[in-house]
């Protein structure tokens, strides 16, 4: 047996990840059949981090991604598709229950030069 390298982290100090998160609210006014159409919510029935309509979803593309919540719980990413236009929600046949909180998050990251 060979003898076992530790893992390392190089610090590089010239530059920064760092995130950017943006998260739309959306309150189900009734129940919502996920039938063979499924369900779309577009932006403008969400709330952002502000307490505002939202105009879109804040699309990162390849440097970010999105996370769904259905009433706390994240969602798989085969449960819904989203662009910056509208949130596609994916026939289950289940039923999403009037007053149920779904929380679409759209996470990015961005690098900062550091001083």
Known sequence: ?????????RRVRTIEIRPKVKRYFY????????????????PKQCMNDRGNAAESF??????????????????????YKVNSRRLALTATGQ???EGTPIILESIGFY?????
């Open 95 to 97: 039923t999403i229950y």
């Open 27 to 42: 309150i189900t006014p009734t129940n919502i059949e996920l039938t063979e159409d499924g369900y779309v919510i577009s």
């Open 58 to 79: 804040c699309n990162f593309g390849k440097a970010g991604y999105f996370n769904l919540y259905i009433n706390g719980v994240m969602q798989g990413g085969s449960l």
């Open 111 to 115: 690098l900062v030069k550091k001083k």
């Open 1 to 9: 047996m060979g003898r076992k390298r530790a893992c390392t982290i």
